[in-house]
């Protein structure tokens, strides 16, 4: 079992940033997919971005937020980030941060894992999300 909670939604202007925390706790010494997830209401949860926590892991960004936000874990792999620059009014959204896995994979076969990382069906744990509302 993997517990998450988020922090660091709010309100911010049209081309302003904010910054989310994911703190974990439970099995998370074995691999997951770490992602930060949306959904607004009506719609379907998307993958905004996530990040594989195997050894040279890797990184998957949506091509909404692809050259704005950044996905990053601390060292100790139990506290996850996005930075989320140059916000857009689209962007506002309940931002949840989620875990799939665990995940057995070698090296290897990382680039098999991109996928699974981007689909949403593939979280498992949640945490109970953090809202984000841009305005003009």
């Known amino acids: 079992q993997v517990h998450m909670v988020e922090s660091g939604g709010g309100s911010a202007q049209a081309g302003g940033s904010l910054r989310l925390s994911c703190a974990t706790s439970g099995d998370t010494e074995r691999d997951y997919c770490m992602g930060w997830l949306r959904q607004v209401p009506g719609k379907e949860r998307e993958v905004v971005a996530a990040?594989?926590?195997?050894?040279?892991?890797?990184?998957v960004y949506s091509d909404s937020v692809k050259g704005r936000f950044t996905i990053s874990q601390d060292n100790t792999k139990n506290t996850a980030h996005l930075e989320m620059n140059n916000l857009e009014l689209e962007d506002t959204a309940m931002y949840y941060c989620?875990?799939?896995?665990?995940?057995?994979?070698?090296?290897?076969?990382?680039?098999?894992?991109?996928?699974?990382?981007?689909?949403?069906?593939?979280?498992?744990?949640w945490g109970r999300g953090t809202q984000v509302t841009v305005s003009s």
């Open positions: 989620a875990a799939a896995g665990p995940f057995t994979i070698a090296k290897e076969g990382y680039a098999s894992m991109k996928p699974v990382c981007s689909a949403s069906l593939a979280y498992k744990y």
């Open positions: 990040i594989y926590t195997g050894d040279g892991g890797f990184t």
